[in-house]
């Protein structure tokens, strides 16, 4: 059983997207200048091999990005600008020697443009799409082209297999309910036989700073009262295992972390 972690590069963001806290106005990219906190969001995915099966855990952002983006605004508040071209998606795959025909799930956290950005990738491949029953019911069901950072283009007419609640999705790991960024955020726990338990909490829990505790939610939160109570829940199950918490969005843990292709977890 192995992990590898796919550093997938960043965005650039006013940090209040992601830590709320006093004195920060949130600003787009053609006023970065200004006295704010710009920070490298760094985005990454999970390729989990199995005995059993085969996983990657979200998708990161596309190349085509700033295009893609432009209907909804957010190239001017998360440029998609720190990536080498060996950290795409893709790239980081082929690196790996996997291709999309020889994964078993493709399990979205949830379906924003930063985590299901490269979804259309694996369609018609033999890869179950798989994401939480609340997440497709919300991110299919609103009118129009987006809301916030839903973003149809990346996965409408895609056919989602759907959980509800914690899920052993293959033997040693389980998905985990953690709603309140979004209706169906899901964290991810892999129990590996060497290193310990790792929970990826994708947006559930944005950086450590947002972990505390206390907790610090961020700017975007569908729902606030869950989003603590999904920060706690993460809690719990890291403190009863002792997981090591993988944030979604912490620069600072990703670049001290092992990641592909020259390192992994086992």
Known sequence: ?????????????????????????????????????????????????????????????????????????????????????????????????????SLDYVVLSHLHFDHAGNVRMFAGTGAR?????????????Y??????????????GLDFETVS??????????????PGHTPGTMAMRVDLPESGTMIFTSDAVYMGDSYGPPATPAAIVNDLNAWYASVEKIRSIAERSQANVIFGHDTEQLRAMRTAPHGFYS
């Open 129 to 141: 799409l798989v994401c939480n029953d609340k997440e497709k019911e919300f991110a299919f069901g």
């Open 1 to 101: 059983m192995k992990v590898h972690v796919l550093d997938c590069g960043a965005m650039s963001c006013d940090l209040t997207w992601l830590l709320l806290k006093p004195g920060r106005s949130i600003r787009p990219r053609t006023e970065r200048e200004k006295p704010v906190e710009w920070y490298s969001c760094t985005t990454h995915a999970v390729l989990v091999e199995t005995d059993e099966g085969t996983l990657l855990w979200d998708t990161s952002c596309p190349r085509d990005w700033e295009t893609r983006w432009l209907p909804t605004g957010l190239q001017e508040f998360f440029p998609y600008d720190q990536v080498s071209d060996e950290q795409y998606l893709d790239a980081n795959l082929g690196r790996l020697g996997v291709s999309p025909e």
């Open 165 to 178: 609640g914690d899920t052993e999705i293959l033997p040693g790991v389980t998905l985990i309910e953690a």
């Open 143 to 156: 009118e129009g082209a987006f809301t916030g950072a839903h973003l149809k283009a990346d996965y409408e």
